[in-house]
């Protein structure tokens, strides 16, 4: 099984924090998101290697940082060559380079880089394992349908598969929400590069998951704890204080 940190972004919604400084490697609490992030996929047995996709602006930070990580996986950087946000190749964009780039063949976890929480991954991982050929994500019931409606919201039935996925939608029918962590199963990683071919969105994972929910199964695993989607200051100083405490 392998991993996918995506961590290309510009977050310009963090300047000046985030104007010469990579948004994952911003501290919460003691560590950095992306040592967070290693950390816990490194719990997963599963998993033997861990790549990070950034952009060229932070290929230099994020190499320095390799440098001084600690993990039993091998860590490779992948740089997607964009210098700018509006060059960026967007997250389905650099999950499929990853892919042609470093030749996957296999399983995939993909986490987005800007996840904090406290809860572990390998309830996710042997959940997955369970139907294998089928794709998962990691949802978070957030208490409140109106604070739903920023990010991508998730229907499921009595099985827990997902009936319908609403990127941002006004109205909001559940407050369960996608969490920006997905399993991708090995025999299936075509349907990423079938997504792109007819235009889609690059951008948000939610489009792709969406789009794949009207063609495939999609299994939904729901996590329970603390989590921070930090995009913004105030999202960040939140989750710092948080994971300070902690």
């Known amino acids: ?12 919604r963090l300047y000046p924090l985030t104007k010469d400084k990579p948004k994952p490697l911003l501290n919460v609490g003691r560590m950095t998101i992306a040592d967070h992030l290693v950390r816990k996929l490194g719990e997963i047995q599963e998993i033997d290697t861990i790549y990070i996709v950034t952009n060229q602006k932070f290929r230099g930070a994020f190499g320095d940082w390799l440098k001084t990580v600690r993990s039993g996986k091998e860590m490779v950087l992948e740089n997607d060559g964009s210098t700018t946000n509006d060059d960026r190749l967007g997250a389905i964009g650099d999950i499929r380079l990853a892919i042609k780039k470093q030749k996957i063949q296999d399983d995939m976890i993909v986490l987005a880089g800007d996840n904090m929480f406290d809860w572990e ?12 050929g089928n794709f998962a994500i990691g949802t978070y019931d957030i208490g409140d349908r109106k604070k739903a409606n920023i990010y991508g919201v998730v229907e499921v039935d009595g099985k827990g598969d997902m009936v319908n996925f609403l990127e941002k939608p006004q109205d909001p029918p559940t407050s369960l929400i996608a969490t920006g962590i997905y399993y991708f199963p090995a025999g299936k990683l075509g349907l990423i590069e079938e997504f792109l071919e007819v235009g889609n969105e690059k951008d948000a994972p939610g489009h792709f998951i ?9 299994r939904c695993y729901v996590f329970k704890g603390v989590w921070y989607d930090i995009g913004d200051l105030e999202s960040y100083r939140r989750a710092s204080l948080s994971f300070q405490e902690k």
Do not use: H, N
């Open 1 to 12: 099984m392998k991993a996918v940190i995506l961590a290309a972004g510009y977050a310009t």
């Open 121 to 132: 991954l390998k309830g996710f991982a042997d959940y997955a394992k369970k139907a294998p």
């Open 210 to 218: 969406q789009w794949l929910s009207k063609k495939e199964e999609v």
